[in-house]
């Protein structure tokens, strides 16, 4: 059943192509929300949400793009608006001048390079991150990164381009161990 | 240690970054979207009726209804509201983007005429600074070059296309001259960043016209001319590059070395020079 079909069936109504639909799509969108949110309470609502979202205005999907791509722009406006609004709930319970914490390299005290690694990438900017994560870590291209970000494929280029630069400084004295 | 290598190393640590389960809870998410689906249908069917949806299932109270809120009797005004906004948004959008298409169709036009030349890739005065310098010691260099580089002349094909002889393929070649003049001035513009001190901010006459080579380099990709894979993968290089030329806060000199480096790898340069030249 081609996209076009699975969506005419979903909007007449039929309740198997609302699960064949979910089915579909659903593992790539919380493995998605899973690596952003590195958490399974906020993975599973930001799934959710997204396909509620998804159901909701279906009828307004033109298949300009792949219901794939759809799905994701959806997905990643649903992470990105959730993760700040548990930033700021996270700021206002243990005060703001915590979180510059995770982007100050300490040698000594962090010596796990993975670690480190994990550090670095949280203390990247929402939308580096999120295009390195999409890129780097789940395989997603750079055309699809753009079409769910609603960006350009060189702004998502450029912004992975940064994204790596920042990691590099952040890991440089850890340079030796790169390639070992 | 190389781009390459580090590269290597982040997307093969990276995978250890907030790795997901292996196993996806389908089932209780599928349910908690079918109730919440279920609630919301419910609240609809409730707020046109009066009453709750004979047919609905009842489902625990859990998602309260958006009908039930106060701010429902003012939707109709937020949706008039946003849809004025969305209006305006759209009409400038196209606005802009008419006037991009407007820009290269002139190009398009003054390249097919031949009878004018194409108006100069640098603003009339150039800007003060390093990178004005640089710049019109740029600009009188592709200045000095024969009509037919700079301009990109096609004697020949002009004629045909001026005359509406050109065969149903043939508006390539319209594109090929657009695209030429356009990686000529790209060259103009990549030396004169490359030819500038690392810590030089950008003026905003460069960003100006960095940003109108933006849009042009965008609407080429959209274009005929971007089908060609070989001229389309030196376009998107180029796209990241004047990206991260007008990302550049001040005169950072690590997002500077950036640049310098995407130059490196990319070999944009002279990338840029053997496709204006139609090698």
Do not use: C
């Not at chain 1, 639909?21 to 993975?43: C, K, N, P, Q, S």
């Not at chain 1, 599973?44 to 909701?56: L, M, N, S, V, Y």
């Amino acid at each position: 059943m081609t996209d076009a079909q699975l969506i005419a069936e979903v909007l007449r109504g039929d309740p198997r192509a609302e699960r064949q639909l979910y089915d579909a799509h659903v593992d790539r969108i919380y493995r998605l929300a899973w690596r952003m949110a590195g958490d399974e309470t906020l993975a599973r609502d930001f799934t959710q949400d997204t396909f509620i979202r998804a159901f909701d205005k279906l009828g307004d999907f033109r298949g300009d793009s792949s219901l794939s791509t759809w799905l994701h722009s959806i997905a990643t406006s649903v992470i990105l608006n959730g993760l700040k609004k548990v930033q700021r709930i996270h700021g206002r319970e243990i005060g703001g001048d915590e979180l510059p914490e995770v982007m100050i390299p300490v040698r000594d005290a962090e010596p796990d390079l993975k670690l480190r690694l994990r550090r670095a990438i949280e203390g990247l900017p929402d939308g580096y991150r999120t295009v390195f994560v999409m890129h780097d870590v789940e395989g997603f291209t750079h055309e699809e990164i753009g079409a769910a970000l609603g960006i350009q494929v060189g702004t998502s280029k450029a912004q992975l381009s940064r994204a790596r630069a920042k990691l590099r400084d952040q890991l440089s004295d850890f340079a030796g161990e790169w390639a070992s | 240690m190389s781009d390459e290598q580090f590269e290597e190393f982040l997307k093969r640590e990276a995978q250890a970054y907030n790795p997901p389960p292996s196993a996806v809870p389908h089932e209780e998410m599928w349910e908690t979207i079918r109730a919440s689906r279920a609630a919301h249908a419910a609240g609809e069917a409730r707020a046109v009726t009066g009453r709750p949806a004979a047919g609905a299932p009842r489902v625990g109270g859990a998602m309260p209804s958006r009908t039930d809120k106060p701010t429902l009797k003012y939707a109709s005004l937020i949706g008039m509201a946003a849809t004025l906004v969305l209006g305006i948004g759209i009409g400038r959008y196209a606005l802009q983007r008419d006037a991009a298409v407007t820009q290269l169709a002139s190009q398009i036009e003054s390249a097919i005429s031949g009878q004018q030349q194409p108006s100069s890739p640098f603003p009339d005065k150039m800007p003060d600074g390093p990178i004005g310098v640089a710049g019109a010691t740029a600009a009188s260099l592709v200045n000095s070059l024969p009509s037919g580089a700079r301009g990109m002349r096609v004697p020949t094909r002009v004629a045909a296309v001026r005359t509406g002889e050109v065969a149903a393929g043939e508006p390539n070649a319209a594109m090929q001259i657009v695209s030429r003049n356009h990686l000529s001035r790209a060259e103009a513009l990549v030396s004169v960043v490359a030819a500038s001190p690392a810590d030089a901010a950008m003026d905003s006459l460069t960003g100006r016209w960095a940003r109108d080579m933006l849009t042009n380099t965008r609407l080429l990709l959209d274009s005929p001319a971007g089908e060609d894979p070989v001229r389309r993968r030196l376009l998107e290089d180029l796209e990241t590059v004047l990206v991260q030329l007008l990302q550049r806060t001040g005169g950072a000199v690590d997002e500077r070395a950036l640049i310098d480096r995407t130059l490196e790898r990319t070999q944009l340069l002279s990338r840029l020079r053997s496709g204006a030249a139609g090698i």
